[in-house]
């Protein structure tokens, strides 16, 4: 394997909560409002320092979507999803956007967000992980 090329972000980030690897800007979060198994997930129009890995059909809360797991390209851990494709046109506003797990980053300020022991497990995308 070859050496890993890891962008440094500026600005309030959000980080790899096992790495510390930069992983998106405060600024460009579109929404705070999705669910993924473990509670909270962020939307963001864009991420960097992540590898996206195969592409699948799921249902979601907001219906059928092909998406990509992301991992964190530093340590490998899987930090969230790739909207690649919504079928519902409602939803479209998603391709292209990538979704970051709350409980796997910590903040601007270098918190951490626990799962909530009330969070939905079937899943969820405002939305699914």
Known sequence: ???VFVVTLEGKIYSCKYCKTHLALCEDIVSKSFQCR???A??????ANVTVGTTEERMMMTGLHIVADIFCV???????????TAHDKNQKYKEGKS?????????????????SHEAHIGGSDADDA
């Open 42 to 47: 962020y939307l963001f129009n864009k991420v």
């Open 1 to 3: 394997m070859g050496r």
């Open 99 to 115: 979704v970051l797990e709350r409980y796997k980053i910590s903040g601007p300020d270098g918190n951490y967000y626990w799962a």
């Open 38 to 40: 473990h509670g909270k």
């Open 74 to 84: 530093s340590c490998g851990s899987i930090v969230g999803w790739k909207y690649e």
